[in-house]
């Protein structure tokens, strides 16, 4: 699973925070086979939009990653793996 939510202002929450190209950027360099998208859209504690993190983190990963392994799920969805 990887965060990809509160990540502005970029200079205060970096050292605490990945945005959603950073966590895909994770995903590879630890060679996940399954990336699970986490840790956005619950509350507004940064300065991106709510809807802003998911459609980032699919749009890397779709550049970097096969689209089946990397995960946005909504609130009830689940998936087995």
């Known amino acids: 699973a990887m965060p990809i939510g509160a990540y502005e202002p ?41 809807s802003e993190p998911p459609e980032r983190f699919e749009a890397a990963a779709v550049e970097a990653l096969s689209i089946e392994d990397a995960w946005v799920i909504k609130i009830g969805e689940r998936r087995v793996f």
């Open 10 to 50: 970029t200079l205060m929450m970096q050292s605490t925070h990945m945005n959603p190209e950073e966590a895909v950027q994770a995903a590879i360099d630890v060679q996940a086979n399954k990336t699970l998208a986490i840790h956005f859209g619950t509350f507004d504690l940064s300065d991106e939009p709510l």
